[in-house]
């Protein structure tokens, strides 16, 4: 009987499951819409049960990288919950234990930013890295970091999307799309922010947009916050904003010029097109991510 490993990406606006051993050995993958709890963990467990059966494989370990905040606390009551999201119905839900019981199989579970950045230092850009960050800029923001060749948790887990930005109101009065902060990163960056300031989604505008100005000052002053804060020795930047590759050279100079020649390394003078990067994974960081998590355990 052959093994292999799961892993869920669960996303607030698709679950992706998938059975792999590496990036070359994907042996099966589902997506689907994040709907309700209950129908959504559902199918989860049928597609993992279907997929044993079928294939007639045994399962290790499974991975799972959920959207946030997420209690990642092993010693607490509500571990592998989901807690205070704005997601409607999602609060305070117990994704963990339903798919423990049903698969019976040791599971890891952290959030899809941590399980991304673990992908991306196995199999992606940050090979050989100890200490580097992944965020994602789609939907919202969030970032995972990998400190000491580890995911930090800390208190509860790192909330990267939502540190508070400088905003010129005579340059943008958009007010901000964060339920709970407004003008914080996510609120300002994310795509319902490009499109709720814009009228327009990310992308349909075009790449000599004002928008690209003002969505690179944000993530560059994002950028110069983590570079002081954590010194990565890599930043990789995916999700679905970031499909606008001209931001990238745009987020580099900005940044330099924010730090201002104040964080001694070559990597930030003279090489930031290797140090601020795309996802090696390309689209998949998450879901590979969730199976490098399963074989961390
Ligand atoms: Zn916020």
Redesign the pocket.
């Known amino acids: 009987m052959k093994e292999y490993y799961g892993g869920i990406e669960a996303g607030g606006t698709k679950f992706v499951c998938v059975i792999a051993n590496n990036p070359e050995d994907i042996l099966e993958e589902s997506r689907f819409s994040t709907t309700n709890p209950q129908e959504t963990i559902e199918k989860t467990i049928l597609f993992f049960e279907q997929a044993i059966q079928k294939h007639k494989i045994k399962l290790n370990a499974l991975g799972i990288g959920c959207f946030g905040p997420i209690d990642l606390n092993t010693n607490s009551p509500t571990y592998g919950y989901i807690t205070t999201t704005p997601k409607p119905g999602w609060r305070d839900i117990n994704l963990l234990q339903p798919i423990k019981s049903a698969l019976n199989i040791p599971i890891a579970f952290d959030t899809d930013v941590n399980a991304a950045a673990i992908g991306e230092g196995k199999w992606g850009a940050a090979q050989n890295l100890d200490d580097f960050l992944y965020f994602t800029i789609g939907t919202g923001i969030g970032g995972g970091a990998i400190i000491n060749n580890k995911p930090l948790h800390g208190l509860i887990h790192p909330?990267m999307?939502?540190i508070r930005l400088n905003q010129d109101i005579s340059k943008d009065a958009y007010t901000g799309k964060?339920?709970?902060?407004?003008n914080?990163?996510?609120?300002l960056a994310s795509g319902p922010a490009i499109k709720g300031r814009w009228g327009s989604s990310a992308e349909n505008l075009d790449d000599h947009h004002p928008a690209w100005i003002l969505e690179a000052d944000y993530i560059a002053q994002a950028m110069s916050t983590y570079i002081c804060s954590f010194s990565p020795k890599k930043i990789i930047l995916g999700g679905g904003v970031m499909q606008k590759k001209q931001l990238f050279p745009m987020i580099h100079k900005q940044t330099q010029q924010y730090l201002n020649g104040y964080v001694q390394s070559e990597m930030i003078f003279a090489r930031m097109d290797e140090y601020i990067v795309p996802p090696g994974l390309g689209n998949q960081s998450g879901m590979l991510g969730a199976i490098a998590l399963a074989q961390s355990i």
């Not at 964060?178 to 407004?182: E, G, M």
């Not at 914080?184 to 609120?187: A, I, N, Q, V, Y």
């Open positions: 909330e999307g939502h964060c339920p709970f902060h407004h914080c990163f996510e609120g």
